[in-house]
């Protein structure tokens, strides 16, 4: 089955990290840009970051730019996300979503989505 | 406050057709193409409307033909039309913003099936 499946999240007081991790199957991983997309409870969805199939090109919303680091282990089929200095405003589901994979990649749309991890800042 | 606005509601009778709305930019919506999402209470969000490799606008396996989008400068909708009860959902409309060098999402519409 192709599938996402996120971990890591929970309880982590401010100022504090925590590393989610992202497990794909069903697919080949190394040939898909992958994504962090959070929704704060009761909100909108907010894009927060970007990996190309081989992990050369990340991009960040400014939101978490500095604080938050996204790789890949393609051999491992697992996608991260390495978050820093965490901050009250960063309590959310946490998802792992992937591109599509066609050509022009502003164009892309996001066409598989894991579950979800619950990150909650808070002392 | 997001980069792309649309309004926080909408609503319809069943067999009615909504349309909901997406405002952005040159940088945004002006220059690229619009995805939206539909996500039903307590799942995870899923593409109903994509863009293809000749960047027009196509629906996934599965989504029925009642929903449609559509794009014009800086603005773009979704349509829904013969509208259902298993439509009640919140919708995301979804693009790339040159300047931000990133994906922005609207601030998400509920709609509500009367």
């Known amino acids: 089955e192709v599938q996402l499946a996120e971990s890591g999240g929970g309880l982590v007081q401010p100022g504090g990290s925590l590393r989610l991790s992202c497990a794909a199957s069903g697919f080949t991983f190394n040939t898909y840009r992958m994504n962090w997309v959070r929704q704060a409870p009761g909100k909108g969805l907010e894009w927060i970051s970007y990996i190309n199939t081989s992990g050369t090109t990340v991009y960040y919303a400014d939101s978490v730019r500095g604080r938050f680091t996204i790789s890949r282990d393609n051999a491992k089929n697992s996608l991260y996300l390495q978050m820093n200095s965490l901050r009250d405003d960063d309590t959310a589901v946490y998802y792992c979503a992937r591109d599509r994979g066609i050509v022009v990649v502003q164009y892309d749309a996001f066409d598989l989505w894991g579950q979800g991890t619950m990150v909650t800042v808070s002392s | 406050q997001s980069v792309l606005t649309q309004p926080p509601s909408a609503s319809g009778t069943p067999g009615q057709r909504v349309t909901i709305s997406c405002s952005g930019s040159?940088?945004?919506?002006?220059?690229?193409?619009v995805n939206w999402y539909q996500q039903l209470p307590g799942t995870a969000p899923k593409v109903v409307i994509y863009?293809?490799?000749?960047?027009?606008?196509q629906r996934p396996s599965g989504v029925p033909d009642r929903f449609s989008a559509s794009q014009s400068g800086t603005s773009a909708s979704l349509a829904i039309g013969g509208l259902q009860s298993e439509d009640e959902a919140d919708y995301y409309c979804?693009?790339?913003?040159?300047?931000?060098?990133?994906?922005?999402f609207g601030g998400g519409t509920k709609l509500t099936v009367l």
């Open positions: 863009t293809d490799n000749q960047r027009s606008s």
């Open positions: 040159s940088s945004n919506i002006g220059s690229n193409t």
């Open positions: 979804a693009t790339w913003d040159d300047s931000l060098n990133g994906r922005v």
